[in-house]
């Protein structure tokens, strides 16, 4: 290391020697015009360019820099540096050389800064610039506080002596005074700015009543203030005890929720007190668990609470990585002001995004109704309008709000406007069942309510009118009237308001399904799919109401039907039978009629259980359903399902085998845990549709199939294969013998000494 600190000769110091004379007349005359050119600079970029340039031509060297302390942060930084560097350089003030010379206050010469360890090469790899020596002085000011340090980079002719290094560092003492201006000018220029900004900023910022736009404002002015790369802001949410956040700077628009007591922002919301992590991986409090799940990297973290006027603690604010250092005191004083400012401007958009939601909430209610909503005001005049109140009137919004209802209501509807007047006289609601209108010139059969509408204050501001269209019900009773029984219409006529009741009865329950409709349906669009339906319910249909059962409901392609309710007879389970029996013989007849035509036939399956069930007209007195529930409806549901499982077209339960009376081919084929049940149930398929041509070898299919299913049951799956085996033999088409035949080789695999003989059926 090459570092020079040379005393002058005492002889060169007389008062008489001319040279040294000339020496100080040459510096004095240069420190005047160094403190004449600066006096009257007040920016400070441009008071650290001249001196730079002064200093260089000076000390004759190729390049000189003015570093500035910084105290906040605790770095020296220059903006302007002669040749092509033109950015603003940071160090930390006790690094390098200049960092040296800043914390002894002594200057150095240095010869050969490559050989000198404390030499930073990244800058001059950076810039392109070979650094061969240089000279380093500290800048003092009057008091002798070092406020920076003032360096000059090769000389252009030998070496640098002595006497520059005074002259540095007497040029950086004279223009301290100006440095120190200057710099308190542009602070005061740029606390003022930031003050004038800030109020600016708040007064924009809290007019917007948009949580979500307000949201992405905060931070992004957070963001930009504190010079940061990311910002979040979380908003308590008292009903969970969460922090959400709806915007992340730089993450996009994403809606975060956290407990209110996770993280250093959940700490933060506990305590109400501000947490600043200059070192973020340093800090116990920090976890980088979210850094590794997002990709990004966290270096320092400040976050502060977000307080209402009240003292409580809404939220915080977190920025992230401030751009040049750690976060200042500056930076949290600055945030909390801004966070407090804008503390009633959130507590307002949030207030405004409730009611928007309430009122979203209720306009939606009011669109999905199917009952026509109108609102009058104190005028008479329609306020508002839903879209089904569009539709039963014939009109549109332009045609009807801001119209007087004695406008709308008039001709054959003039009879409206006279209950609207009486409700507005009295204030007591009306409400008419069954009365007709007259709109666009079609009769609309309807139910009216009329309300007086009242205020939270209990002052009447104005009416509703609710027009509930009941003409497709009425055509839809006229059309559906062919499918019950004249009986059953007529008790459920004679019960009236009492069959909203529930009874418990046994009844047999019987559900159809139609096989592979979704690719039916794929093939025929919907204009065929209506009238493969149509053709299709009118053939089942029949076959129920024949037998005196009571259709129940179509779910889209399945049927639902009872016997035994509401009139019971004594051979219900014999009805559902032969209604089941009926369906599949006449649904081979209408296969040969589609087959004609040219259209794919139609199979079904059918389910059938005997069981107490609950049954009744459940709904209101304005809209009631005749149906049943319980666990034999389910039961009939999971056999009819169980048909695809097995093969087979008809299935029924234990319990409607044991209630038949008549005699009927059929086989028990197993015992089986339906899904939701735990208890086992002995199922059984009915095959008296069948004839010789469709189940050749039935009395001996069913005898070898017997036997299999003892064996089956008892563990001996080798000799239930071969009795299922010789069934197939019989019948090749015998899909039951088929399934147990495979589930003999799968339990032979994988009971492994656990059988019981018991079947869990895993899906509906």
């Given at each position: ?7 002058r000769?005492k002889?060169?110091?007389k ?35 001249t ?5 260089a ?6 390049r ?5 302390n ?12 002669l ?17 040296a010379?800043?914390q ?8 050969d ?22 000279a ?13 340090v ?9 070496r ?23 710099q ?19 007064s924009?910022?809290?007019s ?7 949201l992405?404002?905060?931070i992004g002015?957070a963001?930009?203030?504190?010079n ?11 009903k ?13 628009k994403t ?13 933060v ?37 977000i307080?209402?006027k009240?003292g ?9 990585n ?5 976060f ?48 009058l ?9 839903n ?7 014939r ?9 007087p ?7 054959d509807?003039?009879w ?33 309510t ?44 004679a ?15 019987m559900?159809?399904d ?13 204009q ?14 029949d ?25 019971r ?23 040969a ?15 059938l ?33 169980a ?11 234990e ?13 028990e ?28 070898n039935?009395?001996?299919?069913l005898?070898?199939f017997r ?9 001996e799956?080798?000799r ?35 059988w ?9």
């Amino acid at each position: 290391m090459a570092t020079e600190r040379r005393a002058r000769p005492k002889a060169a110091l007389k008062n008489g020697d001319p040279a040294e004379v000339r020496a100080r007349l040459h510096r004095s005359e240069l420190l005047l015009r160094l403190t004449n050119e600066v006096s009257m600079i007040t920016d400070l970029d441009t008071l650290l360019h001249t001196l730079v340039r002064i200093v260089a031509r000076e000390t004759d060297a190729e390049r000189a820099s003015l570093f500035l302390n910084d105290a906040e942060t605790g770095e020296l930084y220059t903006r302007v540096a002669l040749g092509d560097l033109q950015r603003e350089i940071r160090i930390l003030n006790s690094a390098g050389i200049a960092g040296a010379v800043f914390q002894s206050g002594k200057g150095e010469i240095v010869h050969d800064p490559y050989a000198d360890a404390r030499f930073d090469r990244k800058v001059d790899e950076q810039t392109g610039f070979a650094t061969r020596s240089l000279a380093t002085a500290p800048v003092k000011s009057a008091r002798g506080e070092i406020i920076g340090v003032v360096q000059a980079l090769n000389k252009h002719r030998g070496r640098f002596s002595e006497e520059d290094l005074e002259l540095l560092g007497a040029m950086a003492t004279q223009a301290s005074m100006a440095l120190q201006s200057t710099q308190f000018i542009e602070r005061t220029k740029k606390t003022r700015q930031q003050e004038m900004e800030f109020l600016d900023l708040v007064s924009d910022i809290t007019s917007s009543l948009e949580l979500s736009v307000l949201l992405k404002r905060v931070i992004g002015e957070a963001t930009r203030m504190l010079n940061a790369e990311r910002s979040t802001l979380f908003l308590h949410d008292r009903k969970t005890r969460t922090l959400w956040s709806e915007v992340g700077e730089g993450l996009g628009k994403t809606q975060i929720r956290i407990p209110d007591t996770a993280g250093i922002a959940g700490a933060v919301f506990q305590t109400g007190k501000t947490i600043n992590i200059p070192h973020a991986y340093a800090d116990l409090r920090f976890n980088p668990a979210v850094d590794r799940s997002t990709g990004y990297f966290t270096r320092s973290l400040l976050c502060v609470p977000i307080v209402n006027k009240d003292g409580r603690t809404i939220g915080v604010t977190q920025t992230l990585n401030k751009k040049g250092g750690p976060f200042t005191a500056e930076d949290e004083a600055r945030l909390k002001a801004f966070t407090a400012q804008v503390s009633i401007a959130l507590e307002n958009a949030s207030l405004f995004e409730d009611v928007q939601n309430i009122k979203n909430y209720n306009q939606s209610i009011l669109e999905s109704m199917t009952n026509g909503v109108l609102t009058l005001d104190e005028d008479g005049k329609i306020h508002t309008c839903n879209m089904a109140g569009y539709r039963i009137l014939r009109t549109k919004e332009t045609d009807l709000l801001d119209k007087p209802a004695a406008d709308v209501f008039t001709g054959d509807n003039q009879w409206v406007m006279e209950r609207i007047a009486k409700v507005a006289e009295t204030d007591k609601s009306d409400v008419l069942m069954g009365g007709q209108m007259l709109f666009g010139g079609e009769k609309v059969d309807a139910n009216l309510t009329i309300e007086p509408l009242i205020n939270l204050k209990g002052k009447k501001v104005g009416l509703m009118v609710m027009i509930e269209d009941i003409s497709s019900e009425k055509r839809l009773k006229s059309t559906m009237s062919r499918y019950v029984d004249p009986a059953i219409a007529d008790q459920l006529l004679a019960t009236g308001a009492e069959a909203l009741g529930g009874t418990s009865v046994e009844a047999t329950v019987m559900f159809s399904d139609i096989r592979g409709f979704t690719t039916l349906t794929e093939e025929l669009g919907p204009q065929g799919t209506v009238s493969l339906l149509n053709d299709y319910f009118a053939v089942m249909v029949d076959c129920i109401t024949e037998e005196g059962g009571m259709l129940d409901k179509f779910v889209g392609d399945a049927i639902m039907a009872e016997f035994g309710i509401p009139v019971r007879h004594d051979d219900d389970a014999d009805r559902g039978m032969r209604t089941a029996i009926k369906m599949i013989r006449r649904l081979d007849v209408h296969n040969a009629e589609r087959k004609e035509r040219g259209a794919k036939p139609i199979n079904i399956g059918i389910g059938l259980a005997t069981e107490t069930i609950v049954s009744g007209n459940i709904g209101t007195a304005k809209r009631m359903d005749f149906t049943a529930i319980g666990d034999g409806v389910n039961l009939a549901s999971r056999l009819e399902a169980a048909n695809k499982e097995y093969g087979s077209r008809i299935l029924c339960s234990e319990g409607t085998w044991k209630a038949l009376k008549g005699t009927y081919r059929a086989r028990e084929v197993d015992r089986l845990v339906v899904k939701g049940k735990t208890e086992p149930v002995a199922i059984y398929e009915i095959l008296d549709y069948h004839t010789d041509e469709t189940f050749p070898n039935m009395p001996d299919v069913l005898a070898a199939f017997r036997d299999g299913i003892r064996f089956y049951r008892g563990g001996e799956f080798d000799r239930a294969e071969a009795q299922f085996r010789h069934a197939l033999e019989l019948n090749p088409n015998d899909k039951v013998s088929a399934v147990f035949l495979e589930r003999c080789e799968y339990l032979k695999a994988h009971a492994e000494g656990h059988w019981d003989g018991i079947w869990v059926m895993k899906t509906k």
